[in-house]
Structures are given as C-alpha cells and as structure tokens.
C-alpha cells in the first residue's frame, strides 16, 4: 500500500512503524507540520501493562524505552488549605513516564531505519491534490485535526469541551513520587499534578476552575508572567526550582479547556482516524497516549491481513473499530468520571484528608477498594479503622470493611450498609400481601440485609401500578403487614421501610411478565396525573387533577402513613421518582400545568412537599423517612438534570427527609440513560456532598468491591442492591464471607454453615491464587 500519515506524533509514527514491519513492502510517508525536535508537551505516562504490548509488537523501541523510563510507585496528596497542610502516601501504583520528545526522537529513528519517509514542517490541508495519490490516508493528526474537521458529518464528531482550565508547565524539581497538589488561595484552590519523566524533568500541570482562572487574570498574563506566579502558589513544593512553559508558539496564555472528542465512525472514503483525532482521553488519567500507540498496532494488523482488497476495506475497518471503540469506551467513561471529580473538587476537600485521598484515588473506578488492597494493604487497613472508629464512636482493632459500618438515622440503627431495593412483585390480591411476602422480605433479612424495603405500597387501589400491587389503604391490610415486620424483627439488626407511591400516569397495566407498560385488557381504572400526559402511546390519558382530588391523595398518603406505624415499620419512604404521581409533578416531561403547581422548579415541587410534610407530621418522630427521587430524566435539557435533582434535595431535606435515595429515569419514553457499572452513584455522590444529607445509591452495583468503595469514598451512605437480591437472598451473608468477616450477620440457626461458608471460600480464593 501506499499510505499518507499526516501527523508525525506517537500515533503516526508508530503506525508508520508497525506496518512496516508486517510488510517492508508499503510505501509510507510521514507529514509533519512541525520541524523534527519540536514538540509542545512534556511527559508521556504509561503503565506496565502497555510496555509489554509495545515489546510485543516491537521490541527494537521498546528496548531503547525501557532503558529510558522513569519509574514510581507512589502517590504523594498534598493539601494545603491556608490553615494547614497535610501530606499523604499511597504506594504500589507502578507507574512509568517517559519525556514526549524522546519518545518521539526514538520513534523517529525506528521509522527512518524501518524506511518509513519523513516529512517535517509540511502543512497537508484537506483538499489538496497532493493526497489524491495515495491508497490510505491516516489522519493522525491529533485533538485539532484538520482532516476531522473537514468531514465532522461523516465522522459524527461528537465534542464535549470540559469545565476546568489547565496549563501544561514543566520543572526541574525532582518528584520521586506521582504528586497531586492543592493549595486554597486567596481566590479559590488551585492544583497541581506533577510526575517525574528523566532524570532532571518533571512535567507540572496546574490546572483550576473558570472562576479562580478568572479571578487571578491568568488569561490575560504572558506566559513568563504565567509561571512566576505559579511559582509563588507552589512554592513549597517546587524546592526553589522554577516552572518552564514549551508553548512558545502560542501568543498569549496557554491555559485551555480539554475536548472530549467521541467519532461515532473512524473512516470515510480512504481517510481513517487515529488516536487523539478519533478520540480523546482526560490527562488526568493518563491514557491519550497509550490509546493512540494501542490503535496503531491493531489498524496495521488488520490491514496486514492476507488477500486484503483495497476497494473493500469496510470489514476491516469494521472491525478495527469495533474492538478499539470497547477500549476507548472504557477509558474515556473511566475520563468522564476522573474529569467530573476535578470539576467538583470543593465536594471532597471538606472531607478527612485519608478519606479524601481514597476519593482521589478510586475517582476514575478503575481502581477500586480491593484494587487499594493490593496495591498498599497497610494504608487501606488505617482507612478502614478510621472509617469503623467514626462509625462505631470508639476506636476498632478488627477488621470490619465498608458495607459492614453501622449507620444511623434518627433513633433507627441499621446493621449494615446493604439495602434491599425496593422491587415490585405484583404478587398481592387486593392489595394484600401474602406468604409469598413474608418469605421473600424475610428471606433477604435472614441473609443479612441491613434494611429492607417494600416494593411501592399504594395510598389507594386507583394508585396501583397493576392489580398485583400491595397496598395500605386498608385497615384490613395493617395484619399481613403486621406479620412480616414482625418475623423481620426476630432477626437482630434487621430494619424494614415501607415505600409508598401512587402510580399515576403510569398505573392500570398489566403484571410485568405479561406486558410491562400495557395496560389491562379488561377492568382498567381511571388515571389521574398533573397533567393529561399518556405515558406511552398505548397508555391512558390521564385526568390532570385538581385541587380538590389533590387534597384527597395526600389524605390517603398521611392515612397509609399511619397504618405503616400500626404496622411496625421501623422507616417509611415516599416515592417520587420514576415517572409515578409525584415524579410527574417534580418533572418537566409530564407537569404542564400553569397553576400554582407547575413551571417552576419551586412550584413542581410544591405538591410532593405537602404531601412529604403532611405524613412526616403523622410519622413517629423517632423514626426516619426517607424519599426517592429520579435525579435524571436522560433528556437533557428537557427533563430534570442532576444539577436540578440537588435542588430537589436540598428542598425535601428543608422538609425534614432524613435520606435520599437517588435513582434515575422511567420518567418519560423519550429518555436515552447512559448504563455501566455504578451508572447512577454519581448522582448521589453529587447530592451527598453538595447538599450534605446522608444517601442511598442503587443502579448497577452488583460487586461487594462496589458496595465498598462507594461507601468508602462517601459516595454515598448505603448502597441499594436489586437483582443481586432476586437470585440470592443471602447475598450479604456471602460478601461477608468473601472478606472473612467475623461478626457476619448470621443467624444462630445458620452460623454451623456459615464457618462452613467461610472455609470453602477462602480455599477457593487459594486455588485461584495457585497456593
């Protein structure tokens, strides 16, 4: 083939390269627009993992790296908040950094002897016949490249420019650690990350909000006037040395905003994007680079495959993409939430120093709890103590991991951190719950839960979402209720909520096995809503109420507040969330009313705090109420956004809520909600520290490493799991008996198969260890 790179960094070079050598035979030219010495960066950082894949696919320059690569295994968290300064080391990091421009003089190098031909300080412009010559042109030409832009249609170019400002700085302060460094000003806090990549070099990125970046006038500075002042911030860290700018060919400040750059596709015609003009990393995970070289092995490989057409690449793009985009997905979700915790430091820094270093730590979830342990056991185990001696009110010597801390709301304690998520069953007749009830709560506070919650319990039979809906409308129901409480209490430490809802728009269907969303053939009710709103097109359309019918429902909440108290439940929590009666009002998508109970954030959200405020006046004061809410509707702009679900918060903590569980969407159709692991943690990570009100996450958490480190990073204050509890009602004694937990919530009738449990467990973890 005869190819055209046009970009001579790492991702052309070594693309240049890989192809040569699965076949010395292609004619490939490199177009830089740059002389051959510049470059505008400082360090390049990789890990261990992408070394070996370098020395897989060419181990001439990996050899020639490696015996150029700066090493660490530390990080070092300085805070110096203007009262004082703390100082902080995690070990077993393993990280390794090499300067950008000798990386790039080797790749040069290793391209000139394989035969690559290249061409410095040539401007290629998108339309010029100069590439008409050419099978393939590879546009490796970076986060700005030309070639992109050209076709932005036909890649789908997706650019979302981040929030923060950052400048990239180098010193010769010597750093024998990955150093993360903020320091409050006059102004606002400022940070810094540095890390080592030669002997005498060490890259320095500050970077700050758009309001300090303002406030200092550093748009307006020179960049000499730019690192002085740099300088005097960081001064206690920067041992006397000075910061050094290699932006000389900016005019002006060099600070910018970084663009997260998503192709929905990577080629058109004969031109093929790669690395940073595919797609782009946050700096602050260190990835850009490492993707770049990572696409350049896997396009040279599959356009080296035998009997390859030209005129039929697809395939081979195809699949090129589909396997890089997994990686890129990964890394840049992993970006998204690294990017979102700088974004929002004034969260965290108002935690303890230790926990806050954990947050920073396990910000990107790539590293997680156990992740930690094995990484720097010794200062994880202080973490846990720290977090068992404040839960716990004294000092604790054992052992007790994140999801086993106690937790308290108002005179309720509950054993653990584990919640059973509210999950409707559609199992009641009448709304009367039955044996299938007190078998399927009670089986999950056998199995160690630390509070149950019922599936949405409805005010009143028109409030259901199905005829298989359990109900409190009744002084006939306050009995069935009565048992399982009471069987749940037998355990010790077990808890139970009620949650109560009303259905709404989304009400009179069928079981969900037989149609979710549908309604019933036969037997429908009438709906009411906060507007004449259908939720699906098959839907009812409701009736929006009025004054007189809102008054009603709330007097049948506060009526079923009250059976809940004969019932014995320990807390209640009010539904409004997920599209049913209460989210309607709270969400854009369904409220059109013109009253005094629509548009306005404050006025959607005036009817669920009468109704919130109402049954919390019937509800015992020594008992907690809590309220779900849907922090995002998955509509942008439309919806409700997180940014407004903090609102919502702050209002119903005002209210007297004592907790927040943060769900999101099933609010409209229209909704596009973005899934993964955790998907919805930041949510109430978000709520938990701006509002500063304790939380439930719930979304997606499956693993016990999830549990733990959402509750030990402050994520959130308990961790609600649903499916996990379908298939295993014992999910939490067995988390317990993963992490060899000795005051495991076991029955005493179970605790023979427990110590049983326990030692299958660790036997398996030895043979999968090998021991």
């Known amino acids: 083939m005869k190819i055209a790179c046009v970009g001579g960094g790492p991702a052309g070079l070594y693309f240049a390269i890989s192809m040569k050598l699965r076949n010395p035979e292609h004619q490939i030219t490199v177009l830089e627009r740059n002389r051959a010495g510049d470059t505008f960066g400082w360090g390049v950082v990789f890990s261990d993992q992408t070394m070996e894949r370098l020395s897989e696919n060419d181990p001439v320059s990996a050899r020639v790296m490696v015996n150029e690569l700066a090493h660490w295994d530390d990080i070092d968290v300085h805070i110096d908040d203007g009262e004082r300064k703390t100082g902080m080391t995690s070990s077993g990091h393993g990280f390794i950094g090499i300067g950008r421009k000798r990386l790039l003089s080797i790749l040069q190098d290793r391209a000139s002897d394989l035969g690559v031909d290249l061409q410095f300080e040539v401007e290629v412009e998108p339309d010029s016949d100069f590439l008409a010559g050419y099978d393939l042109v590879i546009a490796a030409d970076g986060l700005n490249s030309k070639l992109r832009r050209r076709y932005d249609e036909s890649f789908e170019t997706d650019i979302d420019v981040k929030r923060n400002k950052f400048v990239w700085l180098g010193t010769h302060q010597r750093f024998d650690a990955f150093n993360f460094i903020f320091v409050n000003t006059e102004h606002g806090w400022i940070w810094a990350h540095a890390y080592q990549f030669d002997k005498d070099t060490a890259t320095f990125i500050v970077e700050t ?395 959607r959200l005036r009817y669920p705090l009468e109704i919130f405020r109402a049954m919390r006046s019937v509800w015992h004061r020594d008992k907690p109420m809590s309220v779900r809410i849907s922090a995002h509707d998955w509509v942008d702009e439309d919806g409700v956004t997180p940014d407004e679900a903090v609102e919502i918060a702050r209002a119903f903590k005002d209210a007297g809520v004592d907790l927040v569980d943060v769900s999101s969407g099933q609010v409209t159709k229209s909704e596009k909600p973005v899934y993964g692991r955790m998907f919805q943690t930041p949510f109430s990570d978000q709520i938990r520290n701006e509002v500063d009100i304790p939380t439930i996450a719930v979304g997606n958490i499956f693993e016990v490493d999830h549990v733990n480190s959402i509750i030990a990073a402050g994520r959130a204050d308990l961790c609600a799991l649903a499916r996990p509890h379908q298939m295993d009602p014992n999910w939490t004694i067995h988390a317990a008996a993963m992490q060899d937990y000795k005051d495991a919530p076991v029955p005493d009738q179970y605790k023979s198969g427990y110590f049983q449990l326990t030692l299958q467990t660790q036997r398996a973890a030895q043979m999968a260890a090998g021991k």
Not at 311 to 316: C, E, I, K, N, P
Not at 565 to 590: K, N, R, V, W
């Open 209 to 603: 909000t758009p309001e300090v970046f303002e406030a200092f006038g550093f748009g307006e500075m020179s960049q000499e006037e730019c690192c002085r002042l740099c300088e005097t911030i960081f001064a206690d860290h920067l041992g006397g040395h000075g910061l050094m700018t290699n932006a000389g060919h900016i005019r002006g400040s060099a600070w910018i905003n970084f663009p997260r750059i998503i192709c929905r596709k990577w080629s058109h015609e004969n031109i093929i994007l790669l690395g940073d003009a595919a797609h782009t990393a946050h700096f602050s995970i260190g990835s850009g680079t490492k993707l770049a070289l990572e696409d350049a092995i896997k396009l040279a490989e599959v356009l080296n495959r035998p009997n390859i057409d030209l005129t039929r690449l697809d395939a081979s793009l195809e699949e090129y993409q589909e396997e890089r985009q997994l990686e890129v997905v990964k890394l840049q979700n992993a970006a998204r939430n690294s990017t979102e915790w700088f974004e929002h430091l004034d969260r965290y820094l108002k935690m303890d120093p230790m926990q806050f270093t954990y947050t920073l730590l396990t910000r990107s979830q790539r590293v997680s709890h156990e992740n930690l342990r094995e990484r720097d056991p010794a200062w994880l185990a202080k973490l846990e103590k720290m977090l068992a001696a404040s839960a716990f009110g004294h000092p604790v010597e054992e052992k007790v991991p994140p999801m086993f801390l106690p937790f308290k709301l108002r005179e309720m304690t509950m054993r653990n951190r584990i919640v059973m998520s509210p999950m409707a069953m559609y199992s009641a007749v009448d709304g009367m719950p039955d044996d299938f009830h007190l078998v399927h709560y009670g089986a999950r506070a056998l199995g160690g839960a630390g509070l149950i919650v019922t599936e949405m319990t409805c005010a009143s039979p028109e409030g259901r979402i199905t005829p298989g809906c359990t109900g409190l409308w009744s002084d006939v129901q306050i009995a069935p209720w009565r048992r399982i409480t009471d069987f749940i209490h037998r355990t010790p430490g077990a808890r139970i909520c009620l949650q109560i809802g009303h259905a709404g728009s989304k009400g009179s269907t069928r079981v969900a096995w037989e149609g979710i969303d549908k309604p019933l053939d036969g037997g429908n009710w009438p709906l009411v809503a906060p507007s004449n709103v259908a939720y699906t097109p098959e839907s009812q359309v409701p009736v929006a109420l009025d004054k007189a019918a809102m008054d009603q429902i709330k007097h049948e909440f506060v009526s079923a507040t009250v059976r809940a108290e004969a019932a014995g439940f320990d807390m209640i929590e009010l539904h409004c969330g997920h599209g049913y009666l209460l989210s309607g009002f709270i969400s854009p998508t369904q409220n059109r009313r013109t009253d005094d109970y629509g548009g306005s954030l404050e006025n």
